[in-house]
């Protein structure tokens, strides 16, 4: 299975390089992932660059590498979504929704 992802830098119309997500590095995922997020938050960042290098159970291959398909800008959206769904407090946004049960009950 090959897979790949095409880089393309805006601005710059026709240069496109594409990279085999199976020989890519964890320092050349990382590089591009900063410079293709550029301006986002390094925390977030981070904690995404951490979750697509995770290692498989033999050490060969990246979580990001076993993808057939990867776009950095689209999987940091919905990485950007569900950090926004993840509650802070789950026992505060517990007690919220029993709030708005009970105010929806009428009680």
């Known amino acids: 299975m090959l897979n790949f992802l095409i880089f393309s830098i805006k601005g710059f119309a026709g240069i496109k390089r594409v990279f085999n997500l199976t020989e ?35 050490g060969k291959k990246m979580r990001f590498q076993g993808e057939k398909y990867f776009d950095i800008v689209r ?16 026992i505060q946004s517990n007690l919220e929704a029993r709030e708005r049960v009970l105010k929806n009950l009428g009680l």
């Open 24 to 58: 890519m590095t964890k320092e050349e995922f990382t590089d591009m992932v900063n410079f293709k997020l550029l301006g986002e938050d390094e925390i977030h960042i981070n904690d995404f660059i951490s979750y697509w290098t995770e290692s498989d159970l033999k």
């Open 75 to 90: 999987r940091f959206g919905t990485w950007k979504k569900f950090i926004k769904l993840e509650p802070k407090n789950p």
